[in-house]
């Protein structure tokens, strides 16, 4: 392992933010108004209550395998056979979430300003830089997100100041009129964002120094005020009816977005945070399907990874339609999605009672 490609922990909440926070802040609006409407805020207020009392977990298993990759440890406690079971569900895992996000990309893309460009070529060119910087070193993929996460946020401020004569907060409510089954609903949906938290262990390795409780904290609430910002003002600017009409409520924002009477149209800025934020999503899960893939040469990882990667273009590209789309990641990907992130920390919990294959059989030694 390369000891000087590694990072801070405030470099990891800041890749969490951008990776997991276009999430939270873009793809899973739709899906949260249209499952819990006007009470979708409280799910979200919910899910960051649970999401802390669940981190304790992860900084357990992060301070029992502290340096530690969390791939080589699953190899070394569970052998061969079953580390590469579970290590290839990581890989596919990483895989079919990299495929939703580019397919959104693409959908978003060709609605927004390409409707004519072949959406082959858009989704070559993206997975290709994505590629490019996921086998590049994690200190350069943190440096470039520092830098592109900079004007996401001061972006994201200049939004959502504008639209304030826009808004009527009285909208999201009355509270709990459909009662407490669609708030349930949206917990799930939106742990499925917030419990990426759990990247923090997969890159544990890459971190200078131990992580703390309070990191895991920050990164949760800044996923939490990432939602709560979007949703609230699509609800509070277009009323819940329309808002869950829309196919994407944080983009519908831009257009309202004028200074004085003679600058509008603005929307154009939306295009940067959208692109900055897969391009940072995509390359990261790259790099952690890269870490996975138990190959000591380079170049034969790079090239197995360029080899998923014209898999995961292609898979965007299946020519299935929006409304089957939107239904397939509501039904089966998100709660795949909260499946997955729930269970990782509880099997790497009982990994990490299992004693290395070195130590096994020494009990009995005189």
């Not at 951008?18 to 949260?32: D, R």
């Not at 357990?60 to 290839?88: A, D, P, Q, V, W």
């Not at 830089?129 to 996921?134: A, E, N």
């Not at 899960?285 to 014209?310: A, G």
Request: charged letters at 15%.
């Amino acid at each position: 392992m390369d000891n000087t490609d590694r990072v801070s922990p405030i470099h990891i909440i800041f890749l969490i933010t951008t990776a997991s926070g276009f999430n939270t802040h873009v793809f899973l609006i739709h899906h949260l108004i249209s499952s819990s409407g006007r009470d979708v805020w409280i799910s979200v207020l919910i899910t960051m209550v649970l999401a802390i009392l669940w981190a304790p977990l992860l900084f357990f298993i992060h301070k029992k395998t502290y340096s530690e990759s969390i791939f080589n440890l699953i190899e070394n406690r569970l052998g061969k056979k079953l580390s590469l079971f579970l290590l290839s569900i990581m890989i596919i895992y990483f895989t079919l979430i990299s495929i939703v996000t580019l397919r959104e990309t693409i959908t978003w893309t060709t609605i927004a300003y390409l409707p004519e460009t072949p959406q082959i070529l858009v989704s070559m060119i993206i997975i290709s830089l994505c590629w490019y910087l996921s086998i590049s070193k994690f200190s350069v993929m943190n440096v470039i997100n520092v830098l592109l996460l900079t004007f996401i946020i001061i972006f994201g401020l200049f939004v959502g100041i504008s639209n304030i004569q826009f808004k009527n907060y009285s909208l999201i409510m009355p509270m709990l009129e459909y009662g407490y089954r669609p708030v349930i609903e949206g917990v799930f949906y939106q742990a499925s964002g917030v419990m990426e938290i759990t990247l923090f262990l997969l890159l544990q390795h890459k971190i200078k120094k131990p992580f703390r409780f309070r990191h895991l904290f920050i990164a949760i609430l800044f996923l939490t005020i990432l939602t709560l910002g979007p949703l609230l003002g699509a609800i509070a600017e277009f009323g819940v009816q329309e808002a869950q009409k829309q196919r994407f409520p944080a983009y519908e924002q831009w257009n309202l977005v004028s200074i004085g009477i003679y600058i509008n149209h603005v929307d154009f800025l939306s295009i940067y945070q959208w692109l900055s934020g897969i391009f940072i999503r995509i390359s990261l899960f790259l790099f952690i399907v890269k870490e996975t893939i138990k190959v000591k040469n380079t170049r034969i990882k790079n090239l197995l990874l360029l080899m998923l990667s014209i898999v995961i273009a292609g898979g965007a590209l299946i020519p299935i339609t929006d409304f089957q789309f939107l239904y397939l990641v509501k039904k089966f990907i998100l709660p795949a999605s909260f499946i997955f992130f729930f269970s990782l920390p509880i099997i790497l919990t009982m990994i990490v009672f299992i004693k290395p294959k070195n130590e096994r059989g020494q009990t009995n030694e005189v």
